[in-house]
């Protein structure tokens, strides 16, 4: 599928965010992080913002030409020691949830359990999240994104990880090469979570 893909900068930040906050109003996982529809129509984006600055600051984001979809990837280095305490002796995940909502519990537990069962000591690209507009989704536009972060991992023989939050999801990055590494996360009183890894494949493997 032939689509026009480029690196987002601060001048796409609102529309990233948009982009986001829209594709996943209806996710298990947002759903239960900000449980109720209108509470999460009202705080769901801040979420969203702070992690596009984070990606923006430190990774990359792929944004279709289109804005029907994007995509936020962090390079992650072997020696990674995870996440959890800031330069300064802070708490990454504290500040996160006085940033995003301060009363909420959830904003800050989520960043604690995903972070717990981020696989270390290989370096690999983390496909933090990817969000199709509403519109659009079923379209390929989501695996047309990726594809060509995909390539090249095979290409530099890196491999790639990524938490799916439904089992939909997770059936379709196994047919991109993802495979489950340990037990699903259960969220407390919530859904699933499936932490999938997916090694380099050989030249002209990937269909």
């Known amino acids: 599928m032939g689509v026009a893909i480029r690196t987002a900068g601060g001048d796409d930040r609102e529309q990233v965010v948009r982009l986001l906050d829209e594709a996943f109003q209806d996710d298990p ?5 900000f449980p109720g529809a209108e509470y999460r129509r009202a705080t769901h984006h801040r ?13 990359r984001v792929d944004l279709l030409e289109d804005g ?16 959890g305490e ?16 301060p009363d909420n519990e959830r904003v800050e537990l989520i960043g604690r359990l995903t972070a717990g069962i981020h696989p270390q000591g290989r370096a690999h690209e983390y496909l933090w999240m990817i969000g199709v507009a509403p519109g659009r989704q079923g ?3 989501g695996t047309a994104l990726i594809g060509s972060v995909l390539d090249r991992c095979d290409r530099e023989g890196r491999a790639a990880y990524l938490e799916a939050s439904s089992e939909r999801s997770a059936r379709l990055y196994g047919r991109l ?8 996360l259960r969220l407390p009183d919530g859904p699933l979570m499936y932490p999938m890894w997916r090694e380099p494949r050989a030249s002209g493997a990937r269909s």
């Open 29 to 33: 996982v947002s759903s239960w992080v």
């Open 47 to 59: 979420l969203m913002a702070a992690f596009t600055d984070a990606t923006l600051a430190d990774g």
């Open 68 to 83: 029907s979809a994007c995509a936020l990837w962090m390079s992650v280095p072997a020696e990674d020691p995870g996440h």
């Open 86 to 101: 800031a330069a300064d002796g802070e708490d990454e995940f504290v500040d996160l949830r006085r940033a995003v909502d």
């Open 139 to 141: 379209e390929g536009l």
């Open 177 to 184: 090469g993802f495979e489950l590494t340990g037990e699903p």
